[in-house]
């Protein structure tokens, strides 16, 4: 977490795990995932599912997150949140 920044636990349930960003930025580095996990980040009224192993980034401020992993190269993807 980012200073200035400030998140909310909505569910604590090991099965189903979801975070709001209020503010600022925060990030989840996922380093092993089963897909029976059900963990959630949200930024508004948006959630996002986490999937895969790599760095996910959430930036409430600018309304957009970033997902990063390492193979042979870098692969970088990002979204704006309307």
Request: glycine content about 2%; some cysteine; charged content about 30%.
């Amino acid at each position: 977490m980012a200073d200035n920044s400030s998140v909310k636990m909505i569910s604590p349930d090991l099965a189903n795990t979801e975070v709001a960003v209020e503010k600022g930025r925060a990030a989840v580095e996922v380093l092993d995932i089963h897909k029976e996990n059900n963990i959630r980040l949200s930024l508004d009224d948006t959630s996002a599912k986490l999937l895969n192993k790599g760095l996910y980034d959430f930036d409430a401020n600018q309304n957009r997150f970033v997902y990063s992993r390492a193979k042979r190269m870098c692969l970088r993807e990002t979204w704006r949140l309307r």
